[in-house]
């Protein structure tokens, strides 16, 4: 258990449909990265947050968006969802707001299908 | 653009044989890189990091070296081992320092 904690684990939607991931990041970490993985493409950077504000975004949709509440945890909301954005959404916490030495710690992913 | 590149979708090697990945990079200001081994249903944790001051660093069995001139790091595996099969990806650290970004990943397979 990396300490990073992803809910839920897969999801099943239809297209047009919104959902929305939770991250819950690593105790006494600041900042959450949430990443895309999909089949042919590694993984894509999408937003930063650092103790609750947004500090950088990578290749997000403007369909996507994302917060950091009070306690940390984050949620990326995906909505109109198509079937290219079909794919693994990772999140990851550091203590601070760059990458540590060592990087990220990752949670395990959220599969999301849209069918 | 790919300004993380890992040419190679997969690799094959024997185990107790020297498996090496590959990975090059486009932005000459990049100065930190990563390496991460990710299993299936997992996600990616963190194998070994290399600063742009340095050629080599090194932690057991891996190996990491870094050629500023051609952009280019390899990560070395000696002597491979079967549990050492997963996918491995390369990372830079980008030049804000906000973020880390990934090149598409290298599968290795180790055979026994």
Redesign the interface.
Known sequence: DSGVTQTPKHLITATGQRVTLRCSPRSGDLSVYWYQQSLDQGLQFLIQYYNGEERAKGNILERFSAQQFPDLHSELNLSSLELGDSALYFCASSATGSPPNYGYTFGSGTRLTVV | DQQVK?NSPSLSVQEGRISILNCDYTNSMFD?F?W?KKYP??????LI?ISSIKDKNEDGRFTVFLNKSAKHLSLHIVPSQPGDSAVY?C?A??Q??????????TTLSVSS
């Open positions: 890992q930190y990563l991460y249903a997992e996600g990616p944790t963190f990091s990806f990372a650290e980008n804000a320092g906000t973020a880390l970004i990934f090149g598409k990943g």
